[in-house]
């Protein structure tokens, strides 16, 4: 395999195949090998958006041996994607540089029930699959931390604190911390169920367990970046950074708090 071998991963669509035609003769213009296999890739392109991205990252295996870039087929650029679909002279400079930089996300392993193990590069999310809410112990390494009871909670990355962990008051994270953060769902605080009632951060060497309680409510809906996880019955979720990264392209004046900045202020 040569060390310039380009996989695209888009919607095979009329419009997208239009859309992406381009970027193929781009590519094979500055000496990229096109492959239809993404295994015998070394660069990894999504073309769409930060979903999209999600999306090529979990269907090509999580590979901590390949480059992976986001193209935004969108109005504005995102959190993955760090070009425009519409500007071929930041793709080109990228494609003509050598010595490229690379910044690398760390990713997060879910186990349920001691037997299904997944990766997640955004977050993990597990609710109540009813209206009603559903109660859980929470355990930081084998401590007993607290009894949760509500719709919910939030493990994020890093770089998944900007979604679905900002939208509950979640902090963001500096991607070069390597952790995970904990966010609750609407939780009740009564004389019988306490939480800490805010988002917590723990460290790279650390591990989350949380315990569902078999109340009836052991159907959870849970979700690993833009993906529903069908398993139906739900006894223990054990979260922990993987130790697998994901690289992704390093560009010039665009690093993880200017995407913030961009993206919210």
């Not at 310039?4 to 888009?10: E, I």
């Amino acid at each position: 395999m040569t060390r310039r071998n380009l996989y695209f991963y888009h919607k095979k669509d009329s419009e997208m195949m239009e859309k992406a035609g381009h970027l193929y003769e781009l590519a094979e213009k500055y000496g990229f090998t096109i492959v239809n296999d993404f295994k015998q890739a070394n660069i990894i392109v999504s073309i769409g958006g930060d979903g999209t991205f999600l999306q090529a990252v979990r269907k090509t295996g999580f590979r901590e041996d390949c480059l992976y870039a986001g193209i935004s087929t969108t109005g504005t650029l995102s959190m993955y994607c760090d070009f425009h679909i519409d500007d071929t002279s930041k793709m080109v400079e990228a494609m003509a540089n050598e010595q490229i930089e690379v910044r690398r996300y760390p990713t997060m392993e879910i186990k349920v029930d001691d037997e299904s193990s997944f990766y997640c590069l955004n977050e993990f999310s597990i609710r109540s699959a009813i209206i009603k809410t559903f109660v859980m112990d929470v355990f930081i390494d084998n401590l007993h931390f607290e009894t949760f009871r509500g719709d919910g909670m939030i493990v994020a990355t890093p770089t998944g604190s900007t979604a679905y962990n900002k939208s509950v008051n979640g902090a963001i994270v500096d991607p070069m911390l390597p952790c995970l953060q904990v966010s609750e769902l609407a939780s009740l605080n009564n004389n019988r169920y306490r939480t800490l009632g805010s988002s917590f951060i723990l460290s790279s060497g650390r591990s989350l367990t949380l315990r569902v309680i078999q109340d009836g409510n052991d159907h959870p809906t849970m979700g690993m970046d833009n993906e529903a996880l069908s398993i139906q019955h739900v006894e223990k979720i054990e979260a922990k950074l993987s130790g697998k990264q994901i690289k992704t392209v390093k560009l010039k004046d665009n690093s993880f708090w200017e995407k913030v900045k961009r993206s919210f202020l």
